[in-house]
T-cell receptor
């Protein structure tokens, strides 16, 4: 099993350009997530999808859109990139820990620089 | 909104010394999770605590959940170079799927 696969691993954009980060999981998980990680700030939730066909905003959704294409795939789109979106982006999926929590499985991350 | 504070931000220890990181929430948590991220890697789930006063051990790692379920700690006994990385705590914000992560403690182990 590959787990959670993200592409690309690295990307450089100019301000105003658009791009889509792709994510796929092969663990048959219902829930998927997009986080961003900035130095000294931990991980912040951008959007999540509790199940196929649903998406919800997280802590920092502005400037992003998502698509839950099917159960396996969850993409993150930046319509007009800004330097403030320079970050490392992690996709994750989760399995239930028996009602009180979800165990997250993370992809290897995408390092995005916006110039 | 809910905040999860983690201290210290950085910790350097000599190999063999103990290490502790602390996590404090502004609100009562239904559960708390801990993750480890190796340099250049991605976060990996370590454990979840759900009960007030709960203590769990994984080899040299001891995890505690406070009585009031607003704080937690991770203690590593006799650190090894393999313990290097950033340790994050995380608690649910609203639903179980909205985790709020602490800012992490970056552990360096000097050989």
């Amino acid at each position: 099993n590959a787990g959670v696969t993200q592409t690309p691993k690295f990307q450089v954009l100019k301000t105003g350009q658009s791009m889509t980060l792709q994510c796929a999981q092969d663990m048959n998980h219902n829930s998927m997530y997009w986080y961003r990680q900035d130095p000294g700030m931990g991980l912040r939730l951008i959007y999540y999808s509790a199940s196929e066909g649903t998406t919800d905003k997280g802590e920092v959704p502005n400037g992003y859109n998502v698509s839950r294409l099917n159960k396996r795939e969850f993409s993150l789109r930046l319509e007009s990139a800004a330097p403030s979106q320079t970050s490392v982006y992690f996709c994750a999926s989760s399995e239930s820990l028996g009602g009180l929590g979800e165990k997250l499985f993370f992809g290897s991350g995408t390092q995005l620089s916006v110039l | 909104g809910q905040q999860v504070m983690q201290i210290p931000q950085y910790q350097h220890v000599q190999e063999g010394e103990d290490f502790t990181t602390y996590c404090n929430s502004s609100t009562t948590l239904s559960n708390i999770q801990w993750y480890k991220q190796r340099p250049g890697g991605h976060p990996v789930f370590l454990i979840q605590l759900v009960k007030s006063g709960e203590v769990k051990k994984q080899k040299r790692l001891t995890f505690q959940f406070g009585e009031a379920k607003k704080n937690s700690s991770l203690h590593i006994t006799a650190t090894q170079t393999t313990d290097v990385g950033t340790y994050f705590c995380a608690g649910p914000r609203g639903s179980a799927r909205q985790l709020t992560f602490g800012s992490g403690t970056q552990l360096t182990v000097l050989p």
